[in-house]
């Protein structure tokens, strides 16, 4: 072939240039392909076009149907080749091309005869090939040289059956399941690798068979498995026997510890490994079982080889979550991960630092991790960033230099993703850490001078207006946010105009000089820039004298919008322009119901800018302000709280209906919010009929029923109760809904006239303890405590009689009283005999209580507790104890 | 599962590729994913030096050998540990076929033998043989010395 001369030490670059596949073309190849119809076959060249072949279809190359089918058919007449390489070659590309059902039939009788054949590699690949490309029926035909194959004395052809057995089993599982004798009989094999594939497979035809699994770990933990990847295996499935047997809790002794314990011997790192993490990932591990592989983990920290570190610390990550303390020995090597060359290493040392560091090692952590940060990307970043949040949350005192971190780190180059994690964080520690406020909103105001992301700047703007009026000198703030009226661009202008007017109308003081800054605002080019200004200068009070503002004006401009933006969107868009102004009263503020999904994802925990405050708070306010507007409760008073949605109705039943409690002083408002879930039922005069006999304290005050209750569309009814004044008085109402139902046409829409009156049974409701509770925490408990003072303070101790853990009695006693866990103690470590919960809240008469519980294991199960209560009000100190007592 | 074995060359072309049980529109993000660490991480390293990477619950080994740079993807079972295991036995036979860690060129000559190799090593995305030994005489459908 004309080749041009290549040098003997010819470069890199000339080697690369005549790749062997250079110029390759489908269509030219599937022509070579037709050498494999040659009476004489040239063994070499058709391997060569076979290695094409390869490389086209490696390269993402796909043949049609025929071209496929031309060339698997060409690939069959190399069966009669004696040649091995090529038969080699054959066996993968029949693999590769996957022949399509109706042409298995061509090469199953060339397959079947090398399933047979006396060399033993023939046999190995044509199993191999066979079960890749058969069916159900074929392999019914095949299975009995399956069985024999599994117990093979070559290796390779056991080897061959077992993998095509794991991946039979996906397919035809009723036939596999019936070979388990067979791979029993091979999990006994002395070739590492069928030991390996037989326990894989017999543990997967009996993995619903908790008996015989196991049987199986008990027989294997006693004898040697050979291979290293089988031991792996074995160490999996007894942590899973071990999880479901649970404790041995007579002896104190968990079966296979020991088992488990011993493979942290075993030569193979791979075999250390697993079993130190089966033993850290072993439920409710004590500190004596977890020490061994804390241990032989930190000896993997400094280990050469990166996947070793990498494994070592992504476990011990783990282990740091739940038992930060056991790890707290690996520090020291940890803090030289930091510097690993490995990425992914050095975030994940730094991340477990960060959970198992104490109060004094946060300074010098920080400032190795200020190093650190300047050669991560991104991602990592914002994995640090996160940790250092948590970090901050835990030890609240120690927000000066965690905040100043964030700050520096702040300033440096970085994307959206990451600037938004810390902005984000220094949003979550303003508003946790109160002390931490002043600085962190001074950090906000530097970061927006400089600010390349207009939704960060506008999203700072809006918190600065909610945060910067309440702190002890506002003055300060309104440089910032007035030269981004300056610099910015439209959207960050507006925000910026918001947020003045935000501060003019809180801060009194401020209000002229604010007044001054908005006029200059009326020349800006763009509207909406005017038209605030314009709005804002002529709702505040008009001269921009040093006067109050109004509270409607604040609540008109400011307030939470309580109306549904889609129902806003629908209403504007069947406004017809006409002399009449658009109404926003007319808008509906009821909001369609959701689908469950968004139902979950709306629950999560707000997070900070993404998600102001809007949560609770405004919840709050807007049921304040709906039921206001309701005249027979107008007289109730202040709400004291509004308990979450209970559900009265089964999921996907006809009419879904939850209730909300309202509590005020001498009333409860039951809010019934009802949906009608037939497209063919129109509900009129709906009512929910409330039953008190189990709830003799309470008379019926008020009812409001709904008018009509179309399809999809849903309605309140309210049903008020008086009670005693200010005191927990408790309640369980049963609820019918009654109703009259029309039937709708769906086409039409039209309901009938005629109506029939009927009746849904509700589930039934009850008024708590917890009711008369607000979750209210306190950035530290201990000065909170002290300043409370002992003077309605009131002991008592209580044997909570037999429980499941000492965690459970612990949450039980939380959800009994309904008030906010403080400083993270509503965790017990697992295995702990005592453990000791702070709880603050506010109680009905808007009164603080702080509660400090103490509790103890009383024998194996009993758990006895002391209750300490310090309140404002010796009455309510006494009536916290009321409630554990009678709960 | 071995999710995917990986082979780049130095510009980040591919030069083989196997995916298992990853459906065909999520190869591309895939290939393009693990090029673009490769390119981030891999310049400097020596032949065979592993590194390691995790992404929510797979996990990603990767190292350079010659001009050719190899990943390997995994989940469950097949945790960084496993991988490497994998990995090494990549290495290890595409070192046995090339006589040395390979040049592109030398890589492309040997590609039907490498193809072979992963054949034996990797079957369906589970690991099959580790020894190098055994798996050089497989693809000559040669039965193993130790039988």
């Keep these: ?887 | 599962m071995i999710l995917a074995v990986l082979f780049a060359n130095a510009e980040g072309n591919i030069l083989i590729e196997r995916f298992h049980g990853v459906p065909a529109e999520e190869r591309l993000h895939w290939r393009s994913f693990l090029v673009k660490l490769g390119a981030d991480n891999l310049r400097g390293v020596k032949n065979e030096e592993l590194l390691v990477a995790c992404h929510k619950s797979v996990y990603i080994v990767y190292t350079v050998l010659g001009d050719v740079s190899i990943y390997v993807v995994g989940k469950d079972a097949y945790d960084e540990l496993a991988l490497s295991e994998v990995i090494f036995t990549i290495t290890s036979a595409v070192k046995d076929v090339c006589g040395k860690p390979p040049t592109e060129r030398r890589f492309l000559d040997k590609y039907g033998r490498i193809c072979l190799c992963l054949d034996e090593i990797v079957w369906k995305g589970y690991l099959e043989n580790t020894e190098k030994d055994r798996i050089k005489r497989l693809i000559r459908l040669k039965p193993p010395t130790e039988f």
């Design chain 1, 1 to 887: 072939m004309a080749q041009p001369l290549v040098k003997k030490d010819d470069d890199r670059d000339d080697e690369a240039e005549y790749s062997p596949f250079m110029g390759i073309e489908k269509g030219a190849v599937l022509q070579e392909a037709r050498v494999f119809n040659d009476p004489q076959l040239d063994a070499r060249r058709c391997s060569q076009v076979i290695t094409k072949l390869l490389y086209l279809l490696n390269q993402g190359e796909t043949f049609t149907k025929t071209e496929a089918t031309e060339v698997f058919f060409a690939v069959t007449k190399l069966f009669q080749s004696k040649d091995m390489g090529l038969r080699r070659m054959v066996y993968l590309m029949i693999k590769e091309i996957s022949p399509s059902a109706d042409e298995v039939i061509i090469v199953t009788s060339s397959l079947m005869k090398d399933m047979n054949s006396k060399i033993d590699m023939y046999r190995a690949n044509a199993i191999r090939v066979l079960c890749r490309i058969t069916d159900g029926t074929l392999l019914a035909q095949i299975e009995r040289y399956l069985k024999q194959a599994i117990v093979d004395k070559n290796p390779i052809v056991a080897s061959a059956a077992l993998v095509s057995g794991i991946h039979l089993l996906q397919t035809n599982p009723e036939i596999v399941k019936r070979w388990s004798n067979e791979v029993q009989e091979s999990v006994q094999s002395r070739a590492a690798f069928v030991q390996f594939h037989a326990l894989g497979l017999l543990h997967q035809i009996r993995q619903n068979d908790r008996l015989a699994v196991s049987k199986l770990v008990s027989s294997l933990t006693r004898g040697a498995v050979r291979s290293p990847l089988a031991q792996c295996l074995l160490i999996r499935y007894t942590s899973q026997v071990i999880c479901e047997s649970g404790n041995n809790t007579q002896s104190g002794d968990r079966p296979f510890y020991d088992f488990l314990e011993s493979c942290l011997r075993h030569k193979s790192e791979m075999v250390i490994f697993e079993a130190a993490r089966a033993i850290t990932e072993l439920n409710g591990v004590t500190s004596r079982e977890l020490n061994p592989a804390i241990t032989v983990l930190q000896l993997f920290l400094s280990s050469s080889k990166p996947v070793l570190r990498f494994a070592a610390v992504r476990t011990l990550n783990k282990v740091a979550m739940i038992h930060p303390t056991s790890v707290t020995n690996c520090n020291i090597d940890m803090e030289s991960l930091i510097s690993d060359q490995n990425r992914s290493i050095a975030t994940l040392a730094i991340t477990t630092l960060l959970k198992t560091g104490n109060e004094s090692s946060v300074d010098r952590l920080m400032k190795q991790i200020t190093n650190f940060m300047s050669d991560i990307a991104d991602e990592f970043k914002i994995v640090v960033v996160e940790a250092i949040r948590s970090l901050c949350q835990k030890f609240p005192l120690k927000y000066r230099s965690l905040m100043n971190f964030l700050s520096n780190i702040l300033r440096e180059e970085g994307g959206f993703e990451y600037k938004k994690a810390i902005v984000d964080s220094i949003v979550i520690l303003i508003r946790e850490i109160p002390d931490a406020k002043e600085t962190g909103l001074l950090h906000l105001c530097e970061f927006i001078e400089d600010c390349e992301f207009t939704y960060l700047s506008t999203q700072i703007l809006h918190f600065l207006g909610i945060e910067g009026p309440k702190t002890s000198d506002p003055s300060k703030y309104i440089r910032f946010i007035y030269n981004r009226v300056h610099l910015e661009n439209a959207t960050v202008r507006a925000g910026a105009v918001s947020t003045l007017a935000k501060f003019g109308a809180a801060v009194d003081e401020l209000k002229p000089r604010i007044f001054v800054l908005l006029r200059r605002c009326l020349f800006d080019s763009d509207d909406e820039v005017r038209d605030r200004a314009t709005l804002y200068l002529n709702t505040l009070g008009g001269d921009g004298s040093v006067v109050e503002t109004d509270k409607a004006v604040k609540d008109f401009l400011f307030g939470p919008f309580d109306i549904p933006l889609v129902n806003l969107e629908t209403g504007l868009k069947n406004y017809e322009p006409s002399e009449e102004a658009f109404d926003i009263d007319s808008v509906p503020k009821e909001v369609k119901s959701q689908p469950l999904a968004e139902k979950k994802a709306s629950g999560k925990k707000p997070t900070g800018l993404g998600a102001p405050p809007s949560g609770p708070p405004s919840t709050a306010d807007a049921y304040q302000r709906a039921l206001s507007s309701i005249p027979e409760f107008a007289n109730f008073g202040n709400l004291f709280k509004s308990s979450a949605p209970v559900e009265l109705t089964e999921a996907e039943t006809e009419y879904a209906v939850n209730v909300v409690k309202h509590i005020f002083d001498r009333h409860v408002v039951f809010q019934y919010n009802c949906t009608n879930t037939i497209p063919e039922q129109l509900l009129e005069h709906v009512i929910v009929i409330v039953d008190n006999s189990e709830a003799d304290e309470f008379s019926e005050a008020f009812s409001k029923p709904l008018k009509s209750l179309p399809y999809d569309s849903p309605g309140q009814i309210f049903v008020a109760f008086e009670k005693p004044e200010g005191v927990p008085t408790l309640g369980k109402f049963s609820n019918v809904l009654k109703f009259i139902v029309r039937e709708v046409d769906p086409t039409t829409g039209e309901a009938e006239d005629d109506g029939v009156e009927d009746e849904y049974q509700l589930e039934d409701l009850e008024i708590v303890s917890a009711d008369y509770t607000l979750k209210v925490g306190v950035s530290n408990f201990r000065n909170a405590w002290e300043s409370m003072g002992p003077d309605f303070e009131r002991v008592d101790e209580y044997g909570l009689g037999p429980r499941e853990s000492l965690a459970e009695a612990v949450n039980t006693v939380i959800n009994l009283l309904g008030l906010q866990p403080c400083e993270g103690t509503e965790v017990v470590p697992p295995n702990s005999r005592s453990h000791t919960c702070l709880l603050s809240g506010v109680f009905i008469g808007n009164i603080k209580v702080l509660v400090r519980l103490s509790f103890g294991l009383d024998g194996p199960k009993d758990v006895a507790m002391k209750l300490t209560v310090r309140s404002e009000d010796e009455t309510v100190s006494d009536a916290i104890h009321e409630i554990v007592a009678s709960g």
